[in-house]
């Protein structure tokens, strides 16, 4: 069974509250429950914030008469979001901090959809090397690069893994995370994705600084008021995560791209006086034979 947070949790198709499903029957079951993240960033009514409440407290308690296994997929703050509907004693086994990819495992992923997705002839290391080198180990850098860039390439030249080819998945694999980016800050102005830039401009790639640090270079540019909210924003929206009390964009290479595109000053150079000719005077450049 499977709820998405950013619906009403309360009431499903047959008007019966989530609660009432999953104490109804003895069978295990497996409860998904998607952008979990979203629980403590909407305003729920008191009477759907008791639903909510019972329900993780049922299952968080064992009180429902029967196995139930909750799935929470949700961005960093997710279980800031927990908290604040009291539920905050999580096993250390069952949370999860999904990241980048082992170096083994992202080479493992890219030779599978090389070579039994693309049916790639021959070594693909000289392929796995030039991906992997500019995807890091990211799940969806990856795929910009292998699905169906890559694919697409290899069937196109009947397995073929030539150089023409591979550099054709490079530009494609490039504007894929390029789109990503974007996508990810849809939503924020061009004014804030410079100041973002500025707090992270000299923090480097993949390494975290503190939030008063960050707050600091924001309020220098927005004010202070406008900072505290654009932080709360970037956070909940993921641009930013925390680890061990300070903050880091989880992404390296988005981190490069967010830097290098927005903080970069256009510099305008005045243009030379250009002298002003007499319109009555022959221009001693010009050859009036007209060789």
Request: glycine share 8%.
């Amino acid at each position: 069974m499977k709820v998405e947070a950013e619906l009403d949790f309360a009431v499903n198709q047959q008007n019966r509250t989530v609660l009432e499903i999953l104490e109804e029957g003895k069978k295990p079951l497996l409860l998904m429950l998607d952008e979990a993240q979203v629980l403590g960033m909407i305003d729920i009514p008191s009477s759907d914030r008791w639903v909510v409440t019972s329900v993780l407290n049922s299952i968080h308690n064992g009180g429902l008469g029967r196995p139930v296994i909750l799935l929470a997929a949700g961005l960093g703050m997710t279980l800031k979001s927990f908290e604040s509907l009291g539920v905050s004693r999580f096993s250390r086994k069952c949370f999860m901090q999904l990241g980048a990819l082992s170096n083994e495992a992202e080479r493992a992923v890219i030779r599978d959809w090389l070579t039994k997705d693309g049916g790639a002839k021959g070594d693909p290391n000289v392929w796995i090397d030039a991906i992997s080198q500019e995807t890091s180990g990211w799940p969806h850098h990856i795929l910009s690069y292998v699905d169906p860039a890559a694919v697409d390439q290899l069937k196109a030249d009947g397995g073929s893994m030539t150089t023409d080819g591979l550099n054709a998945v490079l530009e494609v694999g490039r504007e894929g995370c390029k789109a990503y980016y974007r996508e990810r800050l849809y939503g924020f102005p061009e004014e804030e994705r410079q100041s973002l830039a500025k707090a992270f401009a000299n923090v480097s790639l993949g390494e975290s600084t503190t939030r008063s640090a960050i707050v600091s270079t924001l309020t220098q540019d927005i004010g202070s008021d406008k900072a505290e909210d654009l932080f709360n924003r970037a956070w909940n929206k993921g641009l930013l995560d925390e680890r061990d009390g300070r903050y880091v964009i989880p992404i390296p290479s988005m981190q490069d791209w967010l830097v290098t595109n927005y903080t970069r000053e256009k510099i305008k150079f005045p243009q030379e006086p250009q002298p002003i000719r007499n319109l009555n005077k022959p221009n001693p450049g010009t050859d009036l034979s007209g060789r």
